[in-house]
């Protein structure tokens, strides 16, 4: 193929070829599936036994689970078609991206950067082999923003219909994507390169196309028996108790915060500064899943970027992006508050804003350095940067969790078939084919539960502080009699019969 040739294709279509691969590759190295799979599974299985109704009583989000129903009708067994389909949405997250990217920017070398970028993520890759839902609202999101940058531009219709229906499935997979759905054109406003009447237009005509998608999509679910305004309180009602905690905390809740917080004499004086100070401390757990999501790396060097003007200069197309940035800090904001915890992958969205700067970044650096004494040193500098995110991406250095399928083995081949299974953990209530509701497994068991257990009964322990602890209680231990633990020279699992004391 002539050089000619090469530089016709598409950019993109490389680094769709390499995520495919990528997540080819993350999953055959991968452990076990992680605790939200099974969830996604188990309402997947409801679906293609009982129908749609019934696996969304199971499961209220039930658009990821009903995806890898469909694509096991391909004949793949439902992990396999999660992973099928997981590679397809990430592929999608890496087509957006570099579309963005391009967007702002036609410079053949920051497109490939791009690539290069999003496919050494090191937060947003380290999900390739897990079974979250969040991936297609990632994918989604950004093929919205991709079309919502082309309608700032160009003000045509047809880019403001592909971000609704974009974000409008995106719902299919997080409920936050109403946010981005309807915040995100009000930074047509800001639009400078515009007359206000003009911004004021388009502003308006796209929130008609969004009225009217979500008029559509209402009308759809309940044609198909989806109650949405049930769904809706469902929804509601998960965090209401979250949420009037953290407005209105019991003086029982207050006392037992001050006790966490200050010990049990000074929190006697210090008890009317809990709020404060909870407070103080939710901000630093805010910043810090902020950071993760980011990663270090490109954390710190877009921090680089903006102290030395490294930066796009295109502040109109940064517009949608920044909007999106601040709708996730809101979220997250807002969703630690009430809920009192966090985890990174909520902040992914915020994440990949900042890494579409990247790119310009690490262009406008080597642009400057070239010709000039430090050309190679920053040369070496960033290579290494992109070989510690791939490594970091794509590199597990954790012990394998091996026992865990050992011990799912051990129940299926060596244990009476007529005696019931009580376990805290999903792999083994999975794997070993024992537990018919994998998918609700407590991580937590407590004494009444193995005390209800029938002789001849069968436990399966994880073993962690707070279930060691239970175990060493002799109310509980004259209930158990231990028959095999893995691995056996440092045991994390511990099988038990139920015995009666």
């Not at 950067?113 to 079974?131: F, G, H, Q, T």
């Not at 915020?350 to 070239?370: C, D, K, Q, W």
């Not at 231990?477 to 691995?487: D, E, H, K, N, V």
Request: with cysteine; proline share 3%; charged share 15%.
């Amino acid at each position: 193929m002539s050089k000619t040739s090469w530089q016709s294709i598409d950019v993109r279509l490389f680094a769709v070829a390499a995520s495919l691969l990528l997540s080819l590759f993350a999953i055959l190295t991968s452990d076990i599936p992680n605790d939200d799979a099974y969830t996604y599974i188990r309402t997947a299985d409801i679906f293609l036994e009982q129908g749609l109704g019934a696996a969304t009583e199971h499961y209220t989000w039930v658009g990821y689970s009903f995806l890898i129903g469909i694509v096991s009708k391909l004949g793949l067994p439902l992990f396999a078609a999660a992973y099928v389909l997981n590679s397809i949405l990430y592929a999608l997250i890496v087509y957006s991206f570099t579309s963005i990217v391009q967007t702002i920017e036609k410079s053949e070398a920051i497109v490939w950067l791009s690539a290069l970028i999003i496919l050494v993520y090191p937060e947003l890759n380290e999900y390739r082999d897990m079974v979250i839902r969040d991936i297609g609202f990632w994918g989604l999101a950004l093929f919205g923003l991709w079309q919502f940058i082309l309608y700032l531009q160009k003000r045509q219709l047809k880019h403001g219909i592909a971000f609704c229906l974009a974000l409008g499935l995106a719902i299919v997979f997080r409920a936050e994507a109403i946010a981005y759905l309807a915040l995100t054109p009000f930074s047509l406003l800001f639009d400078n390169s515009r007359s206000s009447v003009e911004n004021r237009k388009s502003l308006l005509r796209i929130l008609a196309v969004v009225a009217g998608f979500v008029i559509l999509g209402a009308l759809a679910l309940l044609a198909t028996g989806v109650n949405v305004f049930a769904q809706a309180l469902e929804f509601v009602s998960v965090y209401q108790p979250f949420l009037m905690n953290a407005l209105s905390p019991s003086e029982a809740a207050q006392a037992a915060m001050g006790n966490a917080i200050f010990g049990e004499y000074a929190s006697t004086f210090s008890r009317e500064y809990v709020i404060a100070v909870v407070a103080v401390g939710l901000l630093v757990v805010l910043f810090m899943t902020m950071f993760y999501a980011i990663s270090g790396p490109y954390f710190w060097l877009v921090v680089f970027g903006w102290y030395r003007n490294h930066l796009p200069k295109k502040t109109k197309e940064l517009l949608p992006i920044f909007a999106y940035f601040l709708v996730n800090t809101i979220i997250i904001l807002t969703f630690l508050y009430i809920t009192r915890y966090l985890d990174s992958r909520y902040a992914v969205i915020l994440g990949l804003m900042v890494a579409s700067l990247v790119p310009f970044v690490t262009h406008s650096i080597v642009e400057r350095n070239r010709g000039t004494g430090s050309e190679q040193v920053g040369t070496y500098v960033l290579v290494f940067f992109f070989v510690f995110c791939a490594i970091d991406s794509y590199i597990s250095f954790g012990k394998p969790k091996g026992w865990l399928l050992d011990s799912a083995t051990y129940l299926s081949d060596n244990t009476p078939a007529q005696s019931s299974v009580l376990t805290n953990n999903h792999t083994i209530a999975y794997y070993s084919g024992r537990v018919e509701d994998y998918d609700e497994v407590e991580r937590m068991l407590t004494a009444d539960a193995i005390e209800r257990m029938n002789a001849g009964d069968i436990i399966a322990i994880e073993l962690f502080y707070e279930m060691s602890r239970l175990l060493e209680d002799p109310a509980v231990s004259q209930f158990l009699s231990q028959i095999a633990t893995y691995p056996a020279d440092e045991p994390r699992v511990a099988i038990y019969s139920r015995v009666n004391p």
